[in-house]
Nanobody, 129 residues
Framework: ELVESGGGLVEPGGSLRLSCAGSGFGLEFYYVGWFRQAPGMEREGVAEISSDHGRTYYPEHVKGRFTISRDNAKNTVYLQINSLEPEDTATYYC????????????????????????WGQGTQVVVSS
């Protein structure tokens, strides 16, 4: 199970740290992605971290403001969002995928929703003054 937390109402320019806590399995062995879905929009990926080497990936439009990280001792993955903009308003989801090293030898980022096995219920972020 994955449980997200940390969402809320924040003013433009503010920051939030979202958490994705895993239970029942060790997140350190999984690729973890953060996705978001704004009202009326399709869900999009905004960050991803690999399992073994902690390689991270961000799409260009969030690079520099979003940071994904792990705390394996807490079985948690975080998404730090800085300089929040109204366009960041969305429900944020984390997802986990187990990928054997042989199946992804180049440690390519997992960008498709269909590649993920487990999903959280989402946490809402509203950016407004």
């Amino acid at each position: 199970e994955l449980v997200e937390s940390g969402g809320g109402l924040v003013e433009p320019g503010g920051s939030l740290r979202l958490s994705c806590a895993g239970s029942g399995f060790g997140l350190e062995f999984y690729y973890v992605g953060w996705f978001r879905q704004a009202p009326g929009m399709e869900r999009e990926g905004v960050a991803e971290i690999s399992s073994d080497h902690g390689r991270t990936y961000y799409p260009e439009h969030v690079k520099g403001r979003f940071t994904i990280s792990r705390d394996n001792a807490k079985n948690t993955v975080y998404l730090q969002i800085n300089s929040l903009e109204p366009e960041d308003t969305a429900t944020y989801y984390c997802a986990a995928a187990f990928v054997a090293a042989d199946d992804n030898p180049d440690d390519d980022p997992l960008l498709l929703e269909s590649e993920y096995d487990y999903w959280g219920q989402g946490t809402q972020v509203v950016v407004s003054s």
